[in-house]
Each structure stands twice: as structure tokens, then as C-alpha cells.
């Protein structure tokens, strides 16, 4: 089975940044996403790159603040997220979606915290 780390979460002023990672991603065909639950809420769609294509696709409450990449020497799929809100805090998983057109995901990690604060 697929096995996927995140990292890189933690504690953060509004307008700040934060850089997550998933490791685990290498010699895999799927197609990357990541994911944020807040809490009390259902989980959300946040970002997503094709793993051939590389095209990118972002919810609209994000777009323009975060940007989802890869570094294949590092077998490792990032999110950069700056302009924190605190309407962004929660804990943000990656995953492995069917396509780019899909808005959830067949594998998690385990997710790491965000926490954005005023």
C-alpha cells in the first residue's frame, strides 16, 4: 500500500507562511492532492498536481496564497502556503487522487497541524 508522510505543520501568525511536505510519493502513477479538515467540519479539497502533466488546480479559498509542487529527487510533493489566514488552520493531509479531476483521495498520511492564529 501507499505510505505517505506530511510534515512541516505547526504554529503560525496571520500572514505568515508555512512550507508542508508529503514524502513517500516516488515510483508511484498518482495523481497528488492536499486536503485540510478544520475541526467539526468535513475534510476539504485544497490543491492538486497531475503527477505526468504537472498541471495544478486550487480551491478558490486558497488560489493565489498557496502553491502545490513536487521535487522527484526527494520523492516529496510540497505545499507552500503563504498569506495565512486564520480561517486556514486545521489539519492538512495529502493524498493520492484517481485523476486531477477528482476532490478526494483513495490514500492519506496522517495529517499535520496548522495553526494560524490572529
Known amino acids: 500500500q501507499v505510505q505517505l508522510v506530511e510534515s512541516g505543520g505547526g504554529l503560525v501568525q496571520a500572514g505568515g507562511s508555512l512550507r508542508l511536505s508529503c514524502a513517500g510519493v516516488g515510483h508511484t502513477l498518482y495523481t497528488m492532492g492536499w486536503f485540510r479538515q478544520a475541526p467539526g467540519k468535513e475534510r476539504e479539497f485544497v490543491a492538486v498536481?497531475?503527477?505526468?502533466?504537472?498541471?495544478?488546480y486550487y480551491s478558490d479559498s486558497v488560489k493565489g496564497r498557496f502553491t502545490i509542487s513536487r521535487d522527484n529527487a526527494k520523492n516529496t510533493v510540497y505545499l507552500q502556503m503563504n498569506s495565512l489566514k486564520p480561517e486556514d488552520t486545521g489539519v492538512y493531509y495529502c493524498g493520492t487522487l484517481a485523476n486531477v479531476n477528482a476532490r478526494t483521495a483513495d490514500y492519506w498520511g496522517k495529517g499535520t497541524l496548522v495553526t494560524v492564529s490572529s
Open positions: 498536481m497531475a503527477w505526468i502533466s504537472g498541471s495544478t
